[in-house]
């Protein structure tokens, strides 16, 4: 599913990379922990698998395609079968929460009918049923990351990528969260997800992946945390 | 459903920016209207040189008795019958002469108060102070030198001259305004090409939320990048529309109507109004084309997809 061959990055006009000799494989159904202290790389390792970066050095396969040979015109089909949240939900406050899930399908161009019923479908998955009218701002900070998981996983994605996605929230509705993430991954979705939440971590018992200063130092199965930050 | 979508966005976007499109709008159609101002002032040029290639001929002037004091050819003054008579039998024996008209002082006198009969000047002229003189038509105006060479030094003429030089100053002032036209299109068309820099810049700041979730789940660039070169290209349209509007109207007051420039110089033949429809289609494909160009160069810099 992901590959990382002695993977480094280094951004222009820095002299640390961000990532150095990074190598590890992730299996199709796992789900993964990212963790590390800011500054770790972490946010570097996802966006390299996003493909919003090339790695400097190494090799980045992902969904069994080398990123470094794929065209920047293909990389949209690529990112079509990745889902993506982030802490800030990056929900668009003018559009309900339907259309919010649709914008996803629409701006890929799927057929309206198609539309129409995915989208409640996937909202009832999330536990948002009966919610597609409501805007993002009437709901709460739970509800709405649940909406923008909803939109990353509208299209059915392999890949679920989520930069942080309970650090907005408080612990129980982040339980919430990490619950409705562990049954998209017992659907064969394969989760990745970078966090700085002990309690989750410790809880999930889930393959933990410990960057430091850009190096990989911990990949450990059934994992917890396992530093103090 | 992607139709409706795409411009539903363009509507959106024109709104936001409202003062920046009018801007926009303002300045393609002026740079437009100059555009095609400047291609109709060369289609006038070139009918004027038809019409007036065509009437202009070499002149003969011939010396009048008042001559003989102030120019140097004429000192024997006015011209003889006998001189007359032998330059018009020489004229008509030349190989690229095609017609030889005469015209006397009268008919000078006559000709110069048609034109210029309200002057003080006019009215102060008497016939006998008009010039005689021999109105050739060649069958190729380039002949001049021919008439020139062997009729300036001849007793009885005062000078040759060609009447094309009098016109071609008229066609390099008209040229030098044509010139003038398309400079300043020029520098109306990068302050147009600026403002849609700068327009599409500010829309894909305002919009950046957007395109990054498009970018996230999947859109292609193009279809991220539609809405932005749509929103440019129809303002150029629009921009063109009224560049349009601009051209007609200014031919319709300029040389119909208003200034009424047909009736007050007969002597010009103007460009029609199909030669302004002739030239509308290439200012609309232009105002479509160039926006949407320099919108999507913007983008390169300023979206990343």
């Known amino acids: 599913m992901i590959r990382f061959d002695n993977v480094s990055k280094t951004y222009p006009k820095q002299n640390r990379p961000a990532l150095r000799d990074v190598s590890l494989e992730i299996e199709r159904g796992e789900f993964v922990f990212l963790v590390g202290s800011s500054g770790s790389g972490k946010s570097t390792f996802l966006r390299l698998i996003l493909r919003e970066e090339r790695a400097s050095q190494g090799q980045v396969h992902v969904l069994g395609k080398d990123l470094g040979k794929v065209s920047n015109w293909k990389v949209p089909h690529i990112r079509r079968q990745l889902g993506t949240v982030f802490q800030d939900f990056r929900l668009l406050p003018n559009k309900t929460v339907g259309e919010n899930v649709a914008f996803a399908l629409e701006v890929i161009g799927k057929p309206r009918g198609t539309i129409r019923k995915t989208v409640p479908e996937v909202l009832d998955l999330v536990g948002l049923g009966g919610k597609e009218d409501r805007m993002p701002g009437e709901l709460s900070g739970g509800e709405q990351q649940r909406v923008a998981i909803a939109r990353a996983f509208v299209n059915r994605p392999m890949l679920l990528i989520a930069d942080e996605p309970t650090g907005n929230l408080d612990p129980q509705t982040s339980v919430g969260i990490m619950k409705l993430l562990d049954r998209i991954n017992r659907t064969g979705t394969t989760v990745v997800m970078a966090t700085h939440d002990q309690n989750i971590v410790d809880q999930m018992r889930k393959r933990v992946i410990e960057l430091e200063g850009g190096r990989l130092v911990r990949d450990q199965s059934r994992g917890v945390y396992g530093y103090q930050h | ?261 047909a009736d007050k110089m007969p002597l010009v033949n103007f460009v029609g109004l199909n030669d302004v429809f002739a030239v509308l289609p290439f200012v609309i494909v232009i105002g479509l084309l160039m926006p949407g160009l320099a919108a999507f160069l913007a983008l390169r810099k300023y979206l990343k997809v």
């Open chain 2, 1 to 261: 459903m992607r139709a409706q979508f795409v411009l539903s966005e363009i509507g959106v976007g024109l709104r936001r920016n409202l003062t920046m499109t009018i801007a926009v709008i303002v300045s393609v159609a002026l740079s437009l209207a100059l555009f095609g101002g400047a291609l109709l002032g060369l289609k006038q040029v070139s009918v004027m040189k038809g019409y007036w290639y065509d009437k202009v001929n070499v002149a003969i002037y011939l010396c009048n008795k008042g001559d003989a004091e102030s120019d140097p050819n004429c000192t024997e003054g006015a011209v003889t019958a006998a001189q007359k008579k032998a330059i018009e039998t020489d004229l008509k024996k030349l190989e690229p002469v095609e017609q030889v008209i005469h015209e006397d002082s009268q008919e000078a006198f006559n000709h110069y108060q048609d034109q210029y009969g309200n002057s003080p000047l006019a009215q102060s002229l008497t016939p006998d102070q008009m010039q005689e003189s021999f109105r050739v038509k060649l069958d190729d105006p380039e002949k001049f030198k021919v008439i020139s060479s062997a009729f300036t030094d001849r007793p009885g003429v005062q000078s040759v001259q060609d009447q094309r030089d009098t016109v071609d100053k008229l066609f390099e002032l008209l040229n030098g305004m044509n010139m003038a036209a398309l400079a300043l299109m020029g520098l109306m068309l990068v302050v147009a090409l600026m403002l849609i820099v700068n327009t599409v810049r500010v829309s894909a700041f305002s919009r950046r939320r957007e395109t990054g979730i498009m970018r996230l789940v999947g859109a292609s660039s193009f279809y991220i990048q539609l809405p932005f070169i749509m929103e440019a290209a129809f303002a150029g349209v629009l921009g063109a529309f009224l560049a349009s509007v601009l051209l007609g109207g200014g031919h319709y007051f300029m040389i119909d109507h208003g200034l009424n420039l």
